[in-house]
T-cell receptor, first 115, second 113 residues
Framework: AQSVTQLDSQVPVFEEAPVELRCNYS??????LFWYVQYPNQGLQLLLK??????LVKGINGFEAEFNKSQTSFHLRKPSVHISDTAEYFCAVSDQQGGSEKLVFGKGTKLTVNP | DAGITQSPRHKVTETGTPVTLRCHQT?????MYWYRQDPGHGLRLIHYSYGVKDTDKGEVSDGYSVSRSKTEDFLLTLESATSSQTSVYFC????????????FGSGTRLTVV
């Protein structure tokens, strides 16, 4: 079964600074990766996804992620964060077992952007 | 979120009582999922459905059952609620299998006292 590890449970950063949220996945022949964001008291919203092709994936709100097969990583980055980016971010991998596809999530990283 | 509604949004119940959470979608999607979210654990899959009356277990299915009698509704039942089932429950839908990602509901916060 696929799994993901989010290496930081909390990341504090100042406004307008760059940020990187780290995610590693278990190795597989083919892998589909996702980043979701959860704002306080809300559901999860898809930020971006990697299916194939270019290893640099651009998402909403200025976020991007880079797929690195040799390091089995899919880190999320933003060059300049805003207060409104304060949220919890989840990395997820598509796991295909028993003929059905399910998303497996990491434990989440809480990003706090301070003024 | 447009097209997917969870009810109730909040519920407090007593240990040992049955509880049913409802997920309703208007997207006519085939696949529906129930996850629970707990601090330090992220989201964990409870049960999922791949069609009317077709359901299967996820990684944390003990103590939970599900039913799907119509495409639009996916019910999660806690047969006899325990304090360990205090959590936020999310429903998600997907149009088809594959790497397309899910659309999530707004969640149900359940407290078992």
């Amino acid at each position: 079964a696929q799994s993901v590890t989010q290496l930081d449970s909390q990341v504090p950063v100042f406004e307008e600074a760059p940020v990187e949220l780290r995610c590693n996945y278990s190795s597989s022949v083919s892998v589909y990766l996702f980043w979701y964001v959860q704002y306080p008291n809300q559901g999860l919203q898809l930020l971006l996804k990697y299916l194939s092709g270019s290893t640099l994936v651009k998402g909403i709100n200025g976020f991007e992620a880079e797929f690195n097969k040799s390091q089995t990583s899919f880190h999320l980055r933003k060059p300049s964060v805003h207060i409104s980016d304060t949220a919890e971010y989840f990395c997820a991998v598509s796991d295909q077992q028993g003929g059905s596809e399910k998303l497996v999530f990491g434990k989440g990283t809480k990003l706090t952007v301070n003024p | 979120d447009a097209g997917i509604t969870q009810s109730p949004r909040h519920k407090v119940t007593e240990t040992g009582t049955p509880v049913t959470l409802r997920c309703h979608q208007t997207e006519n999607h085939r696949y529906m999922y129930w996850y629970r979210q707990d601090p330090g654990h992220g989201l964990r899959l409870i049960h999922y459905s791949y069609g009317v009356k077709d359901t299967d277990k996820g990684e944390v299915s003990d103590g939970y059952s599900v039913s799907r009698s119509k495409t639009e509704d996916f019910l999660l039942t806690l047969e006899s609620a325990t304090s360990s089932q205090t959590s936020v429950y999310f429903c998600a839908i997907s149009e088809r299998q594959g790497p397309y990602g899910y659309t999530f509901g707004s969640g149900t916060r359940l407290t078992v006292v």
